[in-house]
């Protein structure tokens, strides 16, 4: 044999070893463009950063995750689209998103069809894990949070009786109305006036005045970020002092960027909080500090975490290389990982089944309350 073919032949001998150690090719689509971003963007943020970190530390058993990022614009057409793209062009093995539960309902049910799981970090809405058996999330409930924010609210002000706004037109805001009229009517809570908004509304003035003739002691808000900072500030121009509750909405530096310190004493919920002094959740708010010179969110903990209960569940599995098998293998594994991360103790929950169809897994975690101080959330002791 001549020297060359000699080379050739240890070559290919080499071959089924590069194979082995191919990426592990995983999807995200989440809201990259357009004012969902302020969401999008750290849940990015926090799944590059977990991802690297694995990556760096050898990936999982040799072989390196690689993350395909697509921009799904908050919008549930794009997600449609996007959810395609990923499961049949990009091939990944599973995929995060989308952000909005808005979107997951639009786009989950492409997933299940396609038996990928799909795993939401930031979709809390009612009814997201009934769609199918490959819908998972680590993002909490509105209805496991607002009950423990509402009765912290009550002992905080010592409340009697709330108003409530809320956005009638978005999947997320309409559900988590309907989760806190049913915990304020078990926690005997008077409503004294319920108003609504359409998405992109900028002035409330007429929903707030309302509001302000019905002199609740706190308002009740089921909101994205942009429109409960716009609330907060024309409340405070009308002269209202009370304080707000608000869900999962609340969970971004946005809502302080616009309403400063008229947001101060706002009750919000959350499994995450930076001032959980673990030693995981310190070396994330390290890593993410240097990386992006800034302060992560809620939601960029929930990513961070959700690629590492991926790659727990990975670990226990062999990728074959048969898409189809390794797809529903993923699928198998994920309900048994047992994961402590930057927002504490995790664990799947088998969710509750709707019209005889299977369910996905909920998040089985604790929720703590944040109350805003001088534009931030702190602990609520
Ligand atoms: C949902 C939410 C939003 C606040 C996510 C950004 O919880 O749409 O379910």
């Not at 395909?68 to 990009?90: P, T």
């Not at 309302?210 to 942009?226: Q, Y």
């Not at 898409?323 to 929950?349: C, H, S």
Request: net charge positive.
């Amino acid at each position: 044999m001549s020297q060359q073919l000699k080379i050739f032949v240890a070559f290919l001998s080499l071959c089924p070893l590069l194979a082995q150690a191919a990426d592990i090719r995983i999807g995200l689509a989440a809201a990259l463009s357009g004012p969902t971003i302020k969401y999008g963007g750290p849940i990015r943020n926090g799944m590059v950063l977990a991802t690297d970190s694995i990556n760096a530390k050898g990936g999982i058993n040799g072989n390196k995750l690689a993350l395909v990022v697509a921009d799904e614009q908050g919008k549930k057409e794009e997600a449609v689209s996007v959810f395609n793209k990923l499961i049949y062009q990009d091939k990944v093995l599973m995929l995060f998103g989308p952000t909005l539960s808005n979107s997951a309902f639009a786009a989950d049910p492409i997933a299940n069809l396609a038996k990928t799981v799909v795993f939401a970090t930031s979709n809390t809405a009612d009814g997201i894990t009934a769609i199918g058996p490959y819908t998972f999330r680590n993002s909490v409930t509105e209805a496991d949070v607002l009950p423990t924010t509402v009765r912290a609210a009550i002992k905080q002000f010592q409340i009697k009786k709330v108003a409530i706004i809320y956005g009638n037109d978005d999947v997320f805001t309409k559900s988590g109305y309907d989760v806190f009229k049913n915990t304020l009517a078990d926690q005997r809570i008077l409503v004294t006036n319920t108003e609504t908004y359409g998405k992109g509304e900028l002035s409330f003035k007429a929903q707030l005045s309302r509001i302000k003739d019905s002199a609740p002691d706190a308002i009740v808000c089921s909101c994205l970020t942009e429109e409960a900072a716009n609330i907060i500030l024309q409340t405070r121009s009308l002269g209202m002092r009370q304080p707000f509750i608000g869900g999962n909405g609340f969970n971004s530096s946005k809502l302080f960027d616009i309403a400063k310190d008229a947001a101060d004493n706002t009750l919000m919920g959350s499994p995450w909080s930076a001032e959980n002094a673990t030693a995981i959740n310190k070396q994330f708010l390290t890593d993410y500090r240097a990386r992006y010179k800034s302060e992560p969110d809620q939601f960029a903990a929930q990513a961070y975490d959700a690629i590492h209960i991926m790659a727990e569940a990975l670990k226990t599995i062999h990728l074959s290389g048969d898409l189809a098998k390794d797809r529903i293998a993923l699928r198998d594994a994920l309900p048994q990982v047992r994961y402590e991360g930057a927002t504490g103790k995790f664990a799947f929950r088998k969710a509750t089944a709707r019209d005889g169809k299977e369910s996905g897994y909920d998040a089985q975690q604790e929720a703590i309350v944040n109350i805003a101080k001088g534009g931030k959330f702190i602990l609520l002791k």
